[in-house]
């Protein structure tokens, strides 16, 4: 097998044609990143290109091939790293000015665990400013472009690493989540995402916090998580990344549970397309209702609806008020005292709750967090009976580029009328609130051309169930396809 045949291989493909000889670390790297010189500059899917340490990893997985040695499951396999997680030597800069000449002396726990499995470093993905959007934008490295459309943006925070995935100038992308940044990308990229169980994947070296901070808080909402080609690859890279993290593993160890059933058509699922919430574009709900059908002409057992232990309303507004208060701390007390006088007029918007999220009292917090931990334990009852429950990733397909300074003051058109912007948090919020593992699979395209990905929520340390469940759908339907533009 030649290196341009290997472009849109899944990232187990491409390890086993470096182990069985059929081609070599270093020529696949460099087709990668001649792919690289040749779509990046219009898509500017990777901010910091590392060439020269990627052809030298490549040769040493070549060398330790040629010894009969293996380095890892990734083997000599070319993958890229969100500009958030800190690479020893690499500027990482969470597309932030302050940061623009952050160098670590250290890696990430998560990029040190990949290295150790073997994969080349490409370099880091493009993101939004501190991580704060559902696009991917900054002063540093400017704009990434959607490869399906290059007036709309891929998603964010991880928009680089779907982008680079879809165009074939990676095999796998190191990603971080907490308002849909692994899931949203991946739905507007037509790529497999994956928000793992929280803190089963140590955030250790990833920005924010801060570089001086390496210890976050486990009732943080923030996950690290793999972004791919094919489910196969999200799979392996959780069963490499997952684990306690220093301070953890000299009393505990972790292994993957298997997924639930071995056959599709063994699954029980539940499912809702459309809530009155947060309404779905026509051409986002089509595409998944098409899905859903074809899941039930297949025989598997499906049941549409909310289940009865969870209440929508509720986990939202929980999860938009733990969501804000994480950055209460940053306040500066003018903006405090603004907030507080703004929390005083709730209306129901999520810069209300934003305001007295920010402004509120340990216990308010506290009751908060008594809630999350509810909607963890409601989702839980629901699986004894159910083994996953599909629902959409976004309520639209990707988005022309918007970069108004009024964040949440943007709008977005649907052909039913214009949206809010902080709509987006919706359907993401139900597997961050609790903490459940949730895979965002392609299903399909709109009537425009635009992917669409469905998301698959699973129980609780279970993250094996919702990637075979992604695994299984795409043998019906079919998984990740190439947009075009990107074969040469």
């Given amino acids: 097998m030649h290196a341009p045949g290997l472009e849109f291989a899944s990232a187990l493909e491409a390890a086993q044609a470096i ?5 070599s670390s270093v020529e696949l790297t460099q087709h990668i990143l001649d792919r690289i010189d040749r779509y990046n500059p219009s898509l500017n899917a990777i901010a910091i290109l590392t060439k020269d340490n990627a052809l030298a990893q490549a040769r040493t997985a070549d060398e330790a091939q040629a010894k009969g040695q293996v380095l890892g499951p990734l083997h000599g396999v070319p993958i890229t790293i969100k500009d958030a997680f800190e690479m020893a030597g690499v500027r990482t800069t969470a597309g932030a000015s302050s940061l623009s000449e952050h160098v670590p002396k250290t890696d990430a726990v998560a990029v040190s ?48 690493g779907a982008a680079a995935l879809a165009a074939g100038l990676s095999y796998l992308s190191l990603g971080s989540d907490q308002g849909g940044s692994i899931r949203v990308p991946a739905h507007f990229c037509g790529v497999y995402g994956h928000k793992p169980t929280l803190n089963l994947i140590p955030l250790e070296g990833h920005i924010p916090p801060p570089p001086n901070i390496r210890h976050i808080p486990p009732y943080d909402l923030n996950v ?48 809702v397309i459309n809530d009155p919430l947060c309404p779905v574009s026509s051409e986002v709900a089509d595409v998944i209702s098409d899905a859903v059908e074809a899941l039930g002409k297949a025989g598997i057992h499906l049941k549409e609806g909310w289940p009865s232990q969870i ?11 733990l969501l804000a208060s ?14 507080r006088e703004r929390a005083k007029k709730q209306d129901g918007t999520h810069e ?33 009976e159910y083994d996953a429950f599909l629902m959409p990733t976004a309520f639209v397909p990707a988005f022309s580029h918007d970069h108004s300074p009024s964040f949440w003051g943007r709008r977005l058109t649907t052909p039913e009328g ?23 699979a392609p299903v399909g395209l709109t009537r425009s051309g635009l992917p669409v990905g469905i998301q698959i929520l699973g129980p609780y340390l279970e993250d094996a169930t919702p990637i075979d469940v992604a695994k299984k759908i795409a043998d019906i339907i079919g998984g990740f396809r190439p947009p ?4 040469q």
Avoid at 356 to 376: D, N, Q, V
């Fill in 484 to 487: 075009k533009g990107f074969n």
């Fill in 326 to 339: 994480t950055f209460a701390s940053d306040l500066k007390p003018d903006q405090f005292e603004r907030l």
């Fill in 19 to 23: 182990k069985k000889g059929r081609i």
């Fill in 311 to 321: 209440k929508p309303s509720a986990q939202y507004d929980t999860y938009r008020y």
């Fill in 224 to 271: 690290a998580g793999p972004l791919a080609r094919d489910a196969s690859d999200l799979k392996l890279a959780i069963e490499i990344l997952g684990g306690p993290g220093p301070q953890r593993e000299i009393a505990y160890s972790w292994k993957l549970p298997l997924a639930r059933k071995t056959r599709l058509a063994d699954y029980r699922l539940g499912y």
């Fill in 352 to 384: 209300a709750i934003r305001a007295l999220a920010l402004t509120s009292l340990h216990g308010r917090f506290k009751e908060a967090s008594r809630r999350r931990i509810a909607a963890r334990a409601a989702w839980q009852e629901y699986f004894r």
């Fill in 113 to 160: 665990r990949l290295r150790e499995a073997g994969a080349v470093f490409l370099g880091h993905t493009n993101v939004s400013e501190m991580l704060s959007d559902w696009q991917s934008y900054n002063d540093i490295f400017g704009t990434t472009n959607n490869p399906w459309d290059s007036e709309r943006t891929p998603g964010g925070s991880t928009g680089g």
């Fill in 418 to 440: 214009e949206r809010r912007y902080e709509d987006m948090l919706f359907w993401i919020c139900f597997a961050t609130l609790s903490g459940l593992p949730a895979t965002t």
